[in-house]
């Protein structure tokens, strides 16, 4: 069989086996770094390799697909693997204290490569290995200061959590292997459409399993109490990776899941997902506004930024998932940017709390400049990255509100608005601290350069997607269309 | 002789230049002041240059000059559209004026001086944006790119209550302007299936506009209008002005009324009427009396104001309401009258709040019961603020005059007398600036506070403020050199009336 589809996978596993070797040879938190860098390069290379010359083969058996490389999982292996670079980047120095730095970016490679399998999976098998690859390895991540309080705290709640949730969506997936006789995606949905006596009760059983389940990992209302808790007690990188990556992959698990395999029976489900967009959006934007954490502000408003993208689940239509895929795009460089400016500032013994900001802006202008464009970015303020794919995806509930029967979807796209210039607030009172208020000191900080480097790398995304949305947009359409291809 | 030069583009990219080059720079405040200075003087001759370039012998109802469009994100229908007809170029003009004296005036601010001049040219930038661009999207992002220099400059270098006024601003207009952007986005999905293509332009959409359904115009209509007079401001959605002009530094708030006011009304014109002339004609009652409620609510405002500055702000209110007056009798007249008004209220206005401005700075505060008697200490800060008043409140050769006496003279042709009410506003508008003068400059000299050491206008405070009086003199006496600008784009504008008419 032709094994090129898991090569750019393949690659980060080998480096994730490697390090370990690494460090026992150079005993330096910035040499394993360096090296991961090396592997995720490498892969970024392969598939961009991919998408210039072709994608490989799908894998799988004789008359059913298991992995599939296509433009989808390429957009996303790229996302999860720029989202890994700047979060190894700014850990080389974030652990450079600490033990067990090996297995730490061990697991960070371990994890995405987690993510890029569940971008590429065509059943529901491969669907689950990848969650497991990347939930284990993350509960180790979020547990990785074990002596810090908090951080143990974090780790057992995950842990609990995260099997809870494994476990509910595993379920489901046999409920719905049980109906229909295949665990692949596309098979799942023809056999399902093929029911004539409309949809088995195990299947709504199982629909909600998998709601719940996907839910906990995306942090949707109501499954979202773990990750305030989580991402404050995390390492800051592995908060980052958290909201950017693992998050995202529970979007990518609902959009296989929902949009390919159980779309035959969107009516069903639709009215619920636009509810719990709606909740989630709204309950992460008040919640936020009464955060004094800045991890856990940026936390509510991962679940709010959850809630955007969920939209699509409940529009359902190309176009919205184009602007889903675009915004977990945007939103993981300008939260991922924020999450590694909080990680920096740590570092050099800022608090985390949001009025330890104050007067930022003269400690470290350059910092804080960056701080307030990605809180732009995340407001929707245009020309930013983050304020294109709002764009696009509030417009296309408003698209898909003028299909007969759906014009209620128009308030997903008014919710959406209306939580925009909620979140607004709280994001400015950080801006507000920076800027205006005069801090107790006005000591210089001083950032080492590799955060510095992953910082930029976000800035620089979120700004040039912001000037020049073009060819991201057309890229994130083409990787829409493929899960819908009759269209 | 711009054949070639994308003059229009050059005078977005100046500003933006030079706000990077004010940051990066600018560490020596000197520095930074001149930079800023140098740029937006560039800005301004270009905006001059422009504007004496414009050709004013196009035929009537004739298209955009200095057009300039290319494709910016093809899938969605967004280009880059820039182009200028009289009635935004006396707003770029404007916007290059008011941003240049803005910074000359601000000579003093010691205070992050390389922040302030940025953020004063990105301000620039994102006005003069507002008024060169013809598409809906990049209309869009110019209008919000206003809002955050303006957030910061009143958060910064605001008066004592300025978190509140400044994230109060932010907000309000924010909302505004999603309402805005969801009509922009029902504009765009309706008008796309009868265009055949995507498309975000302003004259595409509107070419296809009156053809929509009619409940559908309204809804659009209406969420425009809204994002548009909660800019101007209109009662009832006035209140952020206030709190944000009384903590804003005196630059910010000439900026704010000398401009961004005026972007609420330019929105008007040329999106709601351009694009639904016949709804704006079914609506125009119900526009007139927004407007005639907003002259005399802002009139009787001013009266009950004790401080000089809160009592220009309201004054600003009552002065747009007559430039939404102008708009809604839907005729040529009243329309340019409209636009006058823009143009001169932008002029006046900034005297006004640059006088507020410098007694705040001279004898410490702009309370009006603790002033009087100051006219023979400080003689030059005095007439200008008496000639700034008499603009303002109409005073015939002074560019005011022209401007409201046309607007009452096309809502007297478009409804008889029913012009008594507004005109009724031109006395109570007398009485509190006439007042307010007589108890601030006039009569006893005040012992409440200290009056030995108080010291009249410094060069860069004398300097523009002359020139905006020799322009109000100049287009007062001669209002001809503004209205052959504004006619002949006005019958452009109500292109879509003719087939009703």
Same mark, same amino acid.
């Given at each position: 069989?032709?094994?090129?589809?898991?090569?750019?996978?393949?690659? !980060?596993?080998?480096?994730?086996?490697?390090?370990?070797?690494?460090?026992?040879?150079?005993?330096?938190?910035?040499?394993?770094?360096?090296?991961?860098?090396?592997?995720?390069?490498?892969?970024?290379?392969?598939?961009?390799?991919?998408?210039?010359?072709?994608?490989?083969?799908? !894998?799988?058996?004789?008359?059913?697909?298991?992995?599939?490389? #296509?433009?989808?999982?390429?957009?996303?292996?790229?996302?999860?693997?720029?989202?890994?670079?700047?979060?190894?980047?700014?850990?080389?120095?974030?652990?450079?204290?600490?033990?067990?730095?090996?297995?730490?970016?061990?697991?960070?490679?371990?994890?995405?490569?987690?993510?890029?399998?569940?971008?590429?999976?065509?059943?529901?098998?491969?669907?689950?290995?990848?969650?497991?690859?990347?939930?284990?390895?993350?509960?180790?991540?979020?547990?990785?200061?074990?002596?810090?309080?908090?951080?143990?705290?974090?780790?057992?709640?995950?842990?609990?959590?995260?099997?809870?949730?494994?476990?509910?969506?595993?379920?489901?997936?046999?409920?719905?292997?049980?109906?229909?006789?295949?665990?692949?995606?596309?098979?799942?949905?023809?056999?399902?459409?093929?029911?004539?006596?409309?949809?088995?009760?195990?299947?709504?059983?199982?629909?909600?399993?998998?709601?719940?389940?996907?839910?906990?990992?995306?942090?949707?209302?109501?499954?979202?109490?773990?990750?305030?808790?989580?991402?404050?007690?995390?390492?800051?990188?592995?908060?980052?990776?958290?909201?950017?990556?693992?998050?995202?992959?529970?979007?990518?698990?609902?959009?296989?899941?929902?949009?390919?395999?159980?779309?035959?029976?969107?009516?069903?489900?639709?009215?619920?997902?636009?509810?719990?967009?709606?909740?989630?959006?709204?309950?992460?934007?008040?919640?936020? /506004?009464?955060?004094?954490?800045?991890?856990?502000?940026?936390?509510?408003?991962?679940?709010?930024?959850?809630?955007?993208?969920?939209?699509?689940?409940?529009?359902?239509?190309?176009?919205?998932?184009?602007?889903?895929?675009?915004?977990?795009?945007?939103?993981?460089?300008?939260?991922?940017?924020?999450?590694?400016?909080?990680?920096?500032?740590?570092?050099?013994?800022?608090?985390?709390?949001?009025?330890?900001?104050?007067?930022?802006?003269?400690?470290?202008?350059?910092?804080?400049?960056? !701080?307030?464009?990605?809180?732009?970015?995340?407001?929707?303020?245009?020309?930013?990255?983050?304020?294109?794919?709002?764009?696009?995806?509030?417009?296309?509930?408003?698209?898909?509100?003028?299909?007969?029967?759906?014009?209620?979807?128009?308030?997903?796209?008014?919710?959406?608005? %209306?939580?925009?210039?909620?979140?607004?607030?709280?994001?400015?009172?950080?801006?507000?601290?920076?800027?205006?208020?005069?801090?107790?000191?006005?000591?210089?900080?001083?950032?080492?350069?590799?955060?510095?480097?992953?910082?930029?790398?976000?800035?620089?995304?979120?700004?040039?997607?912001?000037?020049?949305?073009?060819?991201?947009?057309?890229?994130?359409?083409?990787?829409?269309?493929?899960?819908?291809?009759?269209? | 002789?711009?054949?070639?030069?994308?003059?229009?583009?050059?005078?977005?990219?100046?500003?933006?230049?030079?706000?990077?080059?004010?940051?990066?720079?600018?560490?020596?405040?000197?520095?930074?002041?001149?930079?800023?200075?140098?740029?937006?003087?560039?800005?301004?001759?270009?905006?001059?240059?422009?504007?004496?370039?414009?050709?004013?012998?196009?035929?009537?109802?004739?298209?955009?000059?200095?057009?300039?469009?290319?494709?910016?994100?093809?899938?969605?229908?967004?280009?880059?559209?820039?182009?200028?007809?009289?009635?935004?170029?006396?707003?770029?003009?404007?916007?290059?004026? %008011?941003?240049?004296?803005?910074?000359?005036?601000?000579?003093?601010?010691?205070?992050?001086?390389?922040?302030?001049?940025?953020?004063?040219?990105?301000?620039?930038?994102?006005?003069?944006?507002?008024?060169?661009?013809?598409?809906?999207?990049?209309?869009?992002?110019?209008?919000?790119?206003?809002?955050?220099?303006?957030?910061?400059?009143?958060?910064?270098?605001?008066?004592?209550?300025?978190?509140?006024?400044?994230?109060?601003?932010?907000?309000?207009?924010?909302?505004?302007?999603?309402?805005?952007?969801?009509?922009?986005?029902?504009?765009?999905?309706?008008?796309?299936?009868?265009?055949?293509?995507?498309?975000?332009?302003?004259? #595409?959409?509107?070419?296809?506009?009156?053809?929509?359904?009619?409940?559908?115009?309204?809804?659009?209509?209406?969420?425009?209008?809204?994002?548009?007079?909660?800019?101007?401001?209109?009662?009832?959605?006035?209140?952020?002005?206030?709190?944000?002009?009384?903590?804003?530094?005196?630059?910010?708030?000439?900026?704010?009324?000398?401009?961004?006011?005026?972007?609420?009304?330019?929105?008007?014109?040329?999106?709601?009427?351009?694009?639904?002339?016949?709804?704006?004609?079914?609506?125009?009652?119900?526009?007139?009396?927004?407007?005639?409620?907003?002259?005399?609510?802002?009139?009787?405002?001013?009266?009950?104001?004790? #401080?000089?500055?809160?009592?220009?702000?309201?004054?600003?209110?009552?002065?747009?309401?007559?430039?939404?007056?102008?708009?809604?009798?839907?005729?040529?007249?009243?329309?340019?009258?409209?636009?006058?008004?823009?143009?001169?209220?932008?002029?006046?206005?900034?005297?006004?709040?640059?006088?507020?401005?410098?007694?705040?700075?001279?004898?410490?505060?702009?309370?009006?019961? !603790?002033?009087?008697?100051?006219?023979?200490?400080?003689?030059?800060?005095?007439?200008?603020?008496?000639?700034?008043?008499?603009?303002?409140?109409?005073?015939?050769?002074?560019?005011?005059?022209?401007?409201?006496?046309?607007?009452?003279?096309?809502?007297?042709?478009?409804?008889? /007398?029913?012009?008594?009410?507004?005109?009724?506003?031109?006395?109570?508008?007398?009485?509190?600036? %006439?007042?307010?003068?007589?108890?601030?400059?006039?009569?006893?000299?005040?012992?409440?506070?200290?009056?030995?050491?108080?010291?009249?206008?410094?060069?860069?405070?004398?300097?523009?403020?002359?020139?905006?009086?020799?322009?109000?003199?100049?287009?007062?006496?001669?209002?001809?050199?503004?209205?052959?600008?504004?006619?002949?784009?006005?019958?452009?504008?109500?292109?879509?009336?003719?087939?009703?008419?």
């Amino acid at each position: 069989m032709d094994y090129s589809a898991l090569y750019p996978v393949l690659i !980060m596993v080998a480096f994730a086996v490697v390090l370990p070797a690494v460090h026992l040879a150079a005993k330096s938190s910035r040499a394993v770094a360096g090296v991961s860098v090396v592997g995720i390069v490498a892969s970024m290379g392969l598939v961009i390799y991919y998408m210039m010359n072709g994608y490989p083969p799908a !894998m799988g058996g004789e008359n059913t697909t298991l992995l599939q490389f #296509d433009v989808f999982a390429a957009l996303f292996a790229l996302v999860f693997l720029s989202v890994a670079l700047y979060v190894v980047l700014t850990s080389a120095r974030y652990v450079e204290k600490d033990r067990h730095q090996a297995e730490y970016f061990s697991l960070i490679m371990l994890a995405t490569s987690g993510m890029m399998l569940v971008a590429m999976a065509t059943d529901l098998i491969t669907l689950y290995v990848g969650l497991e690859v990347t939930s284990i390895s993350s509960f180790a991540l979020v547990a990785f200061r074990k002596k810090d309080k908090r951080g143990a705290e974090a780790s057992v709640k995950y842990l609990v959590i995260g099997g809870m949730s494994s476990a509910l969506s595993l379920y489901g997936i046999s409920l719905l292997f049980g109906i229909a006789g295949t665990t692949n995606l596309a098979g799942l949905n023809t056999a399902l459409a093929a029911m004539s006596t409309g949809l088995d009760p195990a299947a709504f059983l199982a629909i909600a399993l998998l709601i719940a389940g996907f839910g906990f990992k995306i942090a949707i209302v109501p499954f979202h109490s773990w990750a305030p808790d989580v991402y404050e007690g995390a390492p800051t990188p592995i908060s980052g990776l958290l909201a950017a990556g693992s998050k995202k992959m529970g979007l990518v698990l609902m959009f296989k899941v929902f949009l390919v395999g159980l779309i035959a029976f969107k009516a069903d489900w639709q009215v619920v997902a636009a509810i719990i967009a709606i909740l989630t959006m709204t309950i992460g934007n008040v919640v936020a /506004l009464q955060q004094t954490n800045m991890k856990r502000m940026l936390a509510y408003s991962s679940i709010a930024q959850a809630g955007y993208m969920f939209i699509a689940i409940a529009v359902a239509s190309s176009f919205a998932v184009e602007g889903s895929i675009f915004h977990i795009i945007t939103h993981a460089f300008m939260k991922g940017g924020a999450f590694m400016i909080v990680a920096a500032l740590t570092y050099v013994a800022l608090g985390e709390n949001i009025s330890d900001y104050k007067g930022l802006g003269r400690r470290a202008p350059l910092i804080a400049l960056s !701080m307030a464009i990605f809180l732009f970015a995340l407001a929707g303020i245009p020309p930013l990255s983050g304020f294109w794919s709002k764009v696009i995806l509030f417009s296309s509930a408003i698209d898909a509100s003028q299909v007969a029967g759906q014009g209620w979807m128009v308030w997903l796209a008014i919710a959406g608005i %209306l939580n925009s210039a909620l979140s607004l607030y709280y994001y400015v009172r950080v801006i507000k601290y920076m800027f205006v208020d005069e801090g107790t000191t006005k000591e210089k900080l001083k950032i080492p350069l590799s955060m510095c480097l992953a910082i930029g790398i976000c800035i620089v995304a979120t700004i040039v997607i912001g000037v020049w949305p073009d060819p991201v947009i057309n890229v994130c359409e083409q990787a829409a269309r493929t899960l819908f291809p009759a269209i | 002789m711009f054949e070639n030069i994308p003059i229009l583009s050059l005078l977005l990219i100046f500003p933006f230049i030079g706000a990077l080059a004010t940051f990066g720079l600018g560490k020596n405040p000197k520095v930074a002041k001149y930079l800023a200075l140098v740029f937006s003087g560039i800005t301004l001759v270009l905006a001059t240059l422009l504007l004496t370039n414009f050709s004013l012998s196009a035929p009537l109802g004739s298209s955009f000059q200095f057009e300039e469009k290319y494709q910016w994100v093809p899938i969605l229908g967004i280009s880059y559209h820039l182009g200028v007809d009289g009635i935004s170029i006396l707003m770029v003009f404007l916007s290059a004026l %008011l941003v240049f004296l803005a910074i000359l005036f601000s000579w003093d601010v010691e205070d992050r001086t390389r922040s302030y001049m940025g953020l004063m040219l990105l301000l620039d930038l994102g006005v003069l944006g507002v008024f060169t661009s013809l598409d809906y999207f990049l209309f869009y992002i110019f209008w919000e790119v206003v809002l955050i220099p303006m957030y910061f400059l009143i958060a910064i270098w605001g008066g004592p209550n300025r978190a509140y006024a400044s994230i109060k601003f932010f907000i309000y207009t924010h909302v505004a302007s999603l309402v805005m952007l969801l009509g922009i986005f029902a504009l765009y999905f309706t008008a796309s299936p009868l265009l055949g293509h995507p498309s975000f332009d302003m004259i #595409d959409i509107a070419s296809v506009a009156g053809s929509f359904g009619h409940y559908i115009q309204v809804i659009i209509y209406a969420a425009l209008f809204f994002g548009f007079i909660v800019k101007m401001p209109m009662v009832p959605f006035h209140t952020w002005l206030p709190d944000a002009h009384v903590q804003a530094p005196t630059a910010g708030s000439v900026l704010l009324a000398g401009l961004l006011l005026k972007m609420g009304s330019y929105g008007i014109i040329r999106i709601c009427v351009f694009t639904f002339p016949n709804i704006t004609l079914e609506g125009q009652v119900l526009i007139a009396a927004i407007g005639v409620v907003s002259i005399i609510y802002g009139a009787f405002a001013c009266l009950a104001q004790t #401080d000089l500055k809160k009592m220009v702000a309201y004054s600003s209110i009552s002065h747009m309401g007559i430039v939404l007056l102008g708009i809604a009798t839907m005729t040529d007249l009243g329309m340019a009258a409209a636009v006058f008004q823009m143009f001169a209220h932008g002029l006046i206005t900034a005297v006004l709040f640059m006088t507020c401005g410098m007694f705040q700075h001279k004898a410490g505060t702009r309370e009006i019961p !603790m002033l009087g008697g100051l006219a023979p200490k400080i003689p030059v800060l005095s007439s200008v603020m008496m000639i700034g008043f008499m603009a303002s409140l109409g005073l015939p050769g002074l560019v005011g005059f022209m401007a409201e006496f046309s607007v009452l003279t096309a809502t007297y042709f478009e409804w008889g /007398l029913w012009v008594l009410i507004p005109i009724a506003s031109v006395a109570l508008t007398a009485a509190y600036y %006439l007042w307010a003068m007589q108890r601030s400059i006039f009569g006893n000299l005040t012992t409440k506070i200290d009056t030995e050491h108080i010291h009249d206008a410094y060069w860069f405070e004398t300097v523009p403020l002359a020139v905006l009086i020799g322009l109000i003199a100049l287009f007062g006496i001669y209002p001809r050199l503004i209205m052959d600008v504004i006619v002949p784009s006005i019958p452009r504008i109500l292109t879509g009336l003719a087939g009703v008419i």
